[in-house]
């Protein structure tokens, strides 16, 4: 089975300009998560979405980031304008569970390191 | 809110030692789970062990164990006879509230 998907794994960008990143979570999940991780820190949640829904987005700048998942499958998260400090891993994450059931289980994709110059 | 505590950030050890990681977290939910993930260089995490908190019973799995203990609200993980592929850094995290959060991590290497 294939496990999470996540691309680019790496991009390099200069700052103010945009760039995006694409998951494509375990077949079947109908959760899906966007964390951010910062050099020698845990990740973060920005978003969690349940099928096309972004049930949880309190942690996500809206200023500059944006996330969608149309159709409930695979997802974009966006960036735009870049700053120096978005530098970090970008991880996508899903999980089987959601309302109802809830184990926590989630199965995460090796993410998209992005530098910002 | 959840707040997860990792108090050591690197350990070092000799290939053979026990390696144990703490973990303290906090949260206000009677229904949570606690878990371990493990994230070698590759980047990507690694689902180790997973606990929820109506069972405090500690448990071996191969060279894996944890102790778990609800009063202290500690998650402690120890690995035995540590190896070299054992090199990583390990996550604590508390599922609550529909959200996975995350400790600091501790890096640890193991020394041939």
């Known amino acids: 089975e294939a496990g999470v998907v996540q691309s680019p794994r790496y991009k390099i960008i200069e700052k103010k300009q945009p760039v995006a990143f694409w998951c494509n979570p375990i077949?079947?999940?109908?959760?899906l998560y966007w964390y951010l991780q910062n050099l020698g820190q845990g990740p973060e949640l920005l978003i969690r979405y349940e099928n096309e829904e972004a049930v949880d987005d309190s942690q996500l700048p809206k200023d500059r980031f944006s996330a969608e998942r149309l159709k409930g499958v695979d997802s974009t998260l966006k960036i735009q304008p870049a700053e120096l400090g978005d530098s970090a891993v970008y991880l996508c994450?899903?999980?089987?569970?959601?309302?109802?059931?809830?184990?926590?289980?989630?199965?995460f994709g090796e993410g998209s390191r992005l530098t910002v110059l | 809110a959840q707040k997860v505590t990792q108090a050591q950030t690197e350990i070092s050890v000799v290939e053979k030692e026990d390696v144990t990681l703490d973990c303290v977290y906090e949260?206000?939910?009677?229904?949570?789970?606690l878990f371990w993930y493990k994230q070698p260089p590759s980047g990507e995490l690694v689902f180790l062990i997973r606990?929820?908190?109506?069972?405090?019973q500690n448990e071996i799995s191969g060279r894996y164990s944890w102790n778990f203990q609800k009063s202290t609200s500690s998650f402690n993980f120890t690995i035995t006879a540590s190896q070299v592929v054992d090199s990583a850094v390990y996550f604590c995290?508390?599922?609550?509230?529909?959200?996975?959060?995350f400790g600091a991590g501790t890096t640890v290497t193991v020394r041939a």
């Open positions: 994450a899903s999980s089987i569970d959601g309302r109802g059931l809830n184990t926590g289980e989630l199965f």
């Open positions: 077949s079947g999940h109908n959760t």
């Open positions: 995290a508390l599922w609550a509230d529909y959200k996975l959060s």
């Open positions: 949260t206000r939910d009677t229904t949570y789970y």
């Open positions: 606990r929820n908190s109506f069972d405090e």
